[in-house]
Structures are given as structure tokens and as C-alpha cells.
């Protein structure tokens, strides 16, 4: 297998190279969820497509780690492989640094590729085998001189996402972050990471698929602020309106002798999680660090009002190019073949013709009956399976426009489905309903608002294994921190103008998945002498499919909730559709 040709090449590199141990991790030199093909080295040496894993590979082991998102899907790509594969979360498995822990003795050394691994991840490392005399071997990429035919690093050009679009200038955003680097007494403020170094400067790129930013750094002083990017990328405009701006621009590599040069008494405000070990490194020794998570990560997170309309906008046209998809599969399914990897094309078609749409905000995850139960699925050509007037159909999936990211999942009956499958949905839905017209108290975070999602299905003995809501970007990253809706512990305080999903879901594998997703953004609520409530107000508006619901299990105040929504989804797209969508639209929006 080609899998395992290229592991024994790398173990000769390794022995070369006196490394005991290689990790290779899914990121880049940003520390980005989603990569560009030019860094999905461990997608090359393992052979697992997932978004997120991570591999360990000695001189006798190979093993791949990954989340409940993948293990359906792991276990069937690494099939043939001497790779194992250890489950994340999951009791009698250990994380892989606990696997290291264990299997390394002393004078051992762990390499890894120090321009994609965090600094703080480093460091964990570090700490943890403090009492093991294990060397650390940083500075080698030796999936990268393997790898013969790696694409090229992308070279798209930069673009302005204007001030009607972001409702706050670049000149602005920067004089935010000055104020907020006072507060630390910090004199320098870095940045790796693309979604905030988009925000903060205003500007948008196609260097990574489905995420618009631009591969590149930044650094903010008391008297300066600066873009560290492949010039080529910048033409003559955007390098005007960043100079406009107070932005001075510079070759992507130039950060590192820049910050070479920056006074060693220097107080440099940075997040180890989202900046490399190489650029960490070039910080003089004498420099006080500030490590807080980004200023930007938390301002961003709240939306403006500008931001907030504009994003109410995209979603009403991401709304009725699903509607115009869901009449079309309902109008041809069973009488024309439809695959996954067809049908995904033609939503994409319905998205392309709506004002300002851009590119998806994600791989699609279009998946037919079993395939539905690996949450995160990708059809291709090996598993594209037709869809057949039977069973549940879902869709997840999401759109860039200039006015903002979308993402939202719907499971339809395409045809008759078991009371299993009707009951499973209808649980679903209570625990979206649950979560989606909760009131909370201001100070809430996201980990105490999740159970709300997950307790009609726990009742039936029923859990999904990834969060119930993740923040999304505007024109960026589908998926943006810090705040989200998860078991996983988080104490961000959910604020006003912060966006973000909820989508509980049920599993089984080899018969179906079912998700039901829409994005909120947080508002306020009443006041009582209790103090400031909250609430969320839905952004998507979709029908949410009434054949697969089992009314029977549904609460009066239930009920109430989807006819008003239904009712709202009608008035917000009838005005775009033509008559027959309009008709195909009535039905699916009536009440019960």
C-alpha cells in the first residue's frame, strides 16, 4: 500500500535524523482549522481525509488520533494501513502524549515541524516530559521532503472587504487594539492567525478554500502597525488603502528578523495557542510576554450593527437558494438518479446565483442514509451513494458572501422512513427548540447552556459526540472562538451581537445521521431585579422538514415555536421565489 511505502521512507528519515518519535499535526504555519492543500501533510502520511488528527509514528507504531467527528470514517480510510487508530474522549485511550509518555524512555527525542506546531503546544510537551530526559527536535518538515508532488503555497491575490460590509474602518479596529494592549501595558501586540489579521486590516483573500483570508502576520505597536504577506498578493489599491489605514506592508518573511530587532525589554502581547514555535522563537530572550487569547479573537467575536445586518441579508439569500434546492430534490427525487456528490453541485448552483456569494464556507457534507451518521462525512467517488425515494437525506453546508458566512444543516425524508427514524428527528428537534428559545441570565456561558440541547435526547439514552454550537465568522472562518456551546468546559460569557449555532444531532451507524442546524446571534432580553436576561434571534430560515416530525411527541409550546418560525421563514422568502417555489414553500411552512 502507498501508505505504507511512504511511512518506511519516513522512518529512514527519522533514523537519519536521530528522531524517536515524529508527530505530525493538522495545521500550518497559522495554526488554522481548515488548511490549504500545501499543508495537509498528515492527510499525505496517513491517508485519513478528516479535518482534524493527529499522528505519531515510531521506528514499530503508527497511530492516528481523531474525535467522534471521525471515527466511522477513520476506521475506513486507514483500512489496509499499519496504522491504528486511538479515539479521542474515549475511556482506554490515551491522548498522545500520554502514549508517549509511556512508550519513550530516556535519551529518546520527539521531531516535529516547529513552523506548524503553536507554541503553546510545545510547551505542553515540554512540561510534561520534564522528568524524562527526552530531546526536542523542532526545526524539520520531513513529511515535506517527502512529499514530491506538494502544492504549491497559494498566491491568490488580496482583496478590500469595504466599510459597508464592516461597519468599522481598518484605522478604527487598530485604535480598539492599541486601548486594549494599554490595559497589559503591552508594546507590541503579534498575530498568526488569518481570520483575525483579516478582520483587523479589512482585508479578505482566497489562500485557503472555503476560509478568505490571507496567508500572512501582523504586528501592531504603540506607533505602527504592519502586514507581513507575499507582496505579490497586494496590488497597488490594497496596499494604498492599507497605507491609508496606517498598515505597512512587508515580505511575509520579514517577521522574523523584525522581531529579531525589537528592544529586549519589550512587553509583547501574543496567544501561544495561535502563533508557531519558529516565529515564537525570533522574540528576543529578555521580552516580557503577555500570552492572553488575542485582542482581536474577542472583539471580532462581537458582531456590529452593520455586521449584523448584512448577515441577516446573507442568510435570506442562503435561505432561498436551499429552498429553490430542497423543491428541486423533492420535485426529481426517484425519477431522475441524484447522487451525493450531484445533488452537493447543484445546491452550489442555487448558491452561485444569489448577489455577492463567493465560494462555500466549508466542504459541503451532503450524505444519504448510513453515510448521515458519520457527522463530519465528504462524499466522493468511492462512497457517492444515490439518493433514493426512501430514508433521510442530510445536508450541511454553508456559503461566503460578501455580507457575511453561512452554515446551516437540514435532514429531509426523502421518502418513507421507520418510526425509529421519525422518533429519532423529533427528539432532535425538541433539543434544538429547547436551546433556541432559552432565556438566560447575562453572565452565562456557552458549556452551561448545553445541556439544554442534549437532555430530550439523554431522557431516551441518546447522546452526539461534538458541540452543540460553534461561533461563526463574518466573511471568514465558518467555525470562530472564543465562545461556544459545548459539554467542554469554556467561561466565555456569551455577549450581545455574538453569533453562533446550535445543532444537536443523533448517529447510528450503518442506518442514519440526522442534524438540525441554524445559526442565532445573542441579544438582550427583560430586565428584572434579577439582573439582565438573554435570548438568541434566528439568522437562518429554512424549513425545517414536517414529514419527518412525529407531532404526538411535540409540547404545545413546541409546536407554537416551529408554526411561528415556519411562519417567519414564508414571510422572509416568498418575496424571492417564483409561484411554484412559493406553493412547494406553503406546504413546507404550514402549520401544525
Known sequence: MVINGRLKDLRKLMKDRGITAYIVITSDPHQSEYVADHYKGRVW?????????????????????????????????????E?????????????????????????????FDGKVFSQSQVENLENEFLKKNIKFIDEYDLVGELWKDRPPIPMRGAFIHELKYTGKSTKDKIEEVRKEMEKDNADYFLLGSLDDIAWLYNIRGRDVECNPVVISYALVSKDGAYLFVNKE??????????????VEVRGYEEIIDYLKSIDKNSKVFVDKERINRWVYKAIPEGCKIINKTNITTNLKAVKNPTEIE?????????????????????????????????????LLRFRQEQEGFIEPSFGTISAYKANAAMAHYSASENSNSEIK????????????????????????????????????????LKGHINLASARFLYGTTGHSLDILAR?????????????????????????????????????????????????????????????????VVVEED???????????????????????????????????????????????????????????????????
Open 389 to 428: 425515494p426512501e430514508g433521510f437525506y442530510l445536508v450541511d453546508s454553508g456559503g461566503q458572501y460578501l455580507d457575511g458566512t453561512t452554515d446551516i444543516t437540514r435532514t429531509v425524508a426523502v421518502g418513507p422512513i421507520t418510526d425509529e427514524e421519525k422518533r429519532d428527528f423529533t427528539l432532535t
Open 526 to 592: 427583560i430586565k428584572t431585579d434579577s439582573g439582565q436576561f438573554m435570548r438568541f434571534e434566528v439568522l437562518s430560515f429554512v424549513p425545517i422538514d414536517l414529514d419527518a416530525v412525529d407531532i404526538n411527541l411535540l409540547t404545545e409550546k413546541e409546536k407554537s415555536w416551529l408554526n411561528n418560525y415556519h411562519k417567519e421563514v414564508y414571510e422572509k422568502l416568498s418575496p424571492y421565489l417564483n409561484d411554484e417555489e412559493k406553493t412547494w414553500l406553503k406546504e413546507e411552512t404550514r402549520s401544525i
Open 83 to 111: 496504522y491504528k487508530m486511538f479515539k479521542i474522549g474515549i475511556p482506554g485511550y490515551p491522548s498522545y502524549i500520554e502514549w508517549l509518555m509511556e512508550n519513550l524512555k530516556d535519551g529518546d527525542s520527539i521531531g
Open 45 to 81: 502520511i496517513s491517508g485519513f481525509t478528516g479535518s482534524a488528527g493527529t499522528v505519531v509514528i515510531t521506528e514499530n507504531e503508527a497511530i492516528l488520533w481523531t474525535d467522534g467527528r471521525y471515527f466511522i470514517q477513520a476506521e475506513k480510510e486507514l483500512q489496509g494501513s
Open 233 to 246: 498578493k497586494i496590488n497597488g489599491e490594497t496596499e494604498d488603502f492599507l497605507k491609508d489605514n496606517g
Open 310 to 346: 448584512n448577515q441577516k441579508n446573507a442568510y435570506i439569500k442562503d435561505g432561498v437558494a436551499l429552498v429553490r434546492f430542497f423543491n428541486w430534490l423533492d420535485k426529481n427525487i426517484g425519477k431522475t438518479s441524484i447522487t451525493e456528490m450531484s445533488a452537493q453541485e447543484k
Open 455 to 519: 437532555y430530550p435526547l439523554w431522557e431516551e439514552g441518546i447522546d452526539y459526540k461534538h458541540g452543540t454550537g460553534h461561533g461563526v465568522g463574518y466573511l471568514l472562518n465558518v467555525h470562530e472562538g472564543p465562545h461556544r456551546i459545548a459539554s467542554v468546559p469554556n467561561n466565555v460569557v456569551l455577549e450581545e451581537g455574538m453569533v453562533v449555532s446550535i445543532e444537536p444531532g443523533v448517529y447510528k451507524e450503518g442506518s442514519h445521521g440526522i442534524r438540525i442546524e441554524n445559526i
